[in-house]
């Protein structure tokens, strides 16, 4: 028996075609040439996409199952997303919705080095939902932004991430704002005894990411924030086996939301090639994800899925210290509330605001 | 005067919401965060996004205009997608349309190193078209598909892709497939006298490209198949500055057509990281490309521009020899023809049907 992933596409199609157009996908996911030219019976059998199953859905699409061999992802992050949804992400009538993967796969893949666990430990809050702010605008220079993580931190802020379109330009040099940044947040710490992380974003290509990790680790940094669909997933994959002790927060740019469905990208994939956190648009906010697409991703990213570690979800994208209890009914303590601009409105009282953001997630109640 | 990149979206919106909508896309490219809570008013001039172009398209969409300054890009490919279209790729209403760059962010980048010319001199074919096929499927072995290999370049085909699902998995380790399809080539270049070039697809991470780079170079190959949306824009932007002497072709994989114009993507910003060719799915083929999109962006890749050398147009995805004459009519002979499948349905008289292909285009008269 090949061993294959199930892979299901939501595609719109008229009753007639979809058999074909099904068969067109599982053709082009695989061998990519007419079956007829393909000689070799193995290649046939192991190779070619196979539709599994085609069901009607309620909106008038089709959910088809396309079982693709393992065989030819060979262990390699990229070689997956090229497989999943390569060519036919250049179709308009398709999205890739979700994909149901063999257990050696996953094996292979691995997952968040650290998960939830992980990142509790890391701050010493075991139970309740953790807190995160971000370090912006762009065109700070490095001494303002570690003096905007000093004063997040005093207010007893769990993580703080760079804002992700900073990256090494010229007004602002990764070394420089990562020295500021950790230095700002261990006054902090010093002063209030939270073991505040802060996580300097990732840029460029491979060797500047590796780089900049070895950077954050001599100032004693044990988070970072990746963006995967910009750095490649194989990079990501690669830097994860590579810094066993990092933490990763994978960030959704480039995401896409129309074509890859997001609770199977963000709240599976990423998990997959190693984000301990998965950063994603809440419902209500900035962006347009559903309240359902949401409650999935966040249970794509933390449920139980031989031996892989569960992803903490980071409901973000214009959240407000309003929403705090909503959201922490809504996720359970299992995440952590990002909430950036909304804290920075509150200009010279930041440590104060932030402190009442800390404060309202260490004090809820859960329904 | 801040240097700025003039983005263009089509936004579909309602006239009374268009205003608000285009400020918005214009913050989240750039600052992220309420512009009320930053005090910096050189970050206010100089960083923010500006909306400079509203226009109502035939289509009842909108067309919005938005500055971004060049600063925040640092000469970093992958950080020019994350300003560009990053967050905004999460909102289902919006396009990236086009770019315009500003001078010195295409000298930064530099386009193709070799551009079309390059790739004539390669294979001594200075006026006519150019021709290409692609070995596939994926589970043959590596001595099959140098013996495909060979056999296409029998034929007098210019260039040999590798099929862009061969990566270096159990069945197809790129170390035996390249060196069984550059003896191939070898081969039927001492028997004809044409000098084919094979181009193996790299894969993995940056580390991994640039090992199987160096194998290829090795072995005298320098001509090479990537995917720059699954690489990541900066691994392709400092391959393409490591080696030089190699061309690089960029295959469209990821490309997702709906949310990325794609003369924009495939046409402009492969061709600024370094595409010397870059290879997209044809009109009529297996994918919905419209003819006026192909035009374009066949366009976007060819045309002058302060600089740069030109990327080669390979139309292709379910090409077939009877097309040749209307595809040479239609993008003239700066261009190179790509068709797979459909040679190798000739199976057995696959050398026969690969001349047949050649001499079509080098016998066309160009209406």
Known sequence: MTSRLAVTYHVRSDAESIETRAQAIAVEQSVEMPL?????????????????????????????????????????????????????????????HDVAFPAELLAAFGGPPHGIAGLRQRVGA???????????????????????????????????????????????????????????????????????????????????????????????????????????????????????????????????????????????????????????PNFGGRFGYSQATCRLLADHARAPRDGLRPSLPVPAGGMTLQRAPELLDFYGPDAMLLIGGNLLLARERLTEETAAFTRAVATHEYR
Chains 1, 2 share one sequence.
């Open 126 to 280: 075991h139970r309740r939902a953790l807190t995160c702010s971000a370090l912006k605008p762009q065109g700070l220079s490095a001494d303002r932004l570690g003096m905007l993580a000093e004063r997040f931190a005093r207010g007893g802020i769990d993580y703080i991430k760079d804002d992700h379109g900073l990256a090494d330009q010229d007004f602002s040099r990764f070394a420089d704002r990562v020295r500021a940044c950790a230095a700002g947040v261990a006054r902090a710490t010093q002063a209030t005894g939270h073991s505040t992380r802060y996580m300097p974003s990732l840029s460029s290509d491979l060797n500047a990411m590796r780089r900049q990790i070895g950077l954050a680790r001599e100032l004693g940094i044990d988070c970072v924030l990746i963006a995967p669909l910009i750095a490649g997933f194989a990079n990501m994959q690669a830097l994860v086996t590579e810094f066993p002790d990092v933490a990763f927060f994978a960030h959704p740019s480039m995401g896409g939301a129309a074509r890859i469905a997001p609770a199977l990208l963000i709240g599976t994939l990423f998990r997959l090639i190693g984000a301990d956190a998965v950063i994603f």
């Open 36 to 96: 007829e030219a393909i000689d070799d019976p193995a290649v046939l059998r192991d190779m070619v996409g196979e539709v599994q199953a085609i069901d009607r859905l309620d909106d008038g699409r089709f959910s088809v199952r396309i079982g693709l061999a393992t065989a030819t992802i060979g262990n390699d992050a990229g070689q997956l997303l090229n497989m999943l949804f390569g060519n036919t992400s250049l179709h308009d009538d398709v999205v890739l």
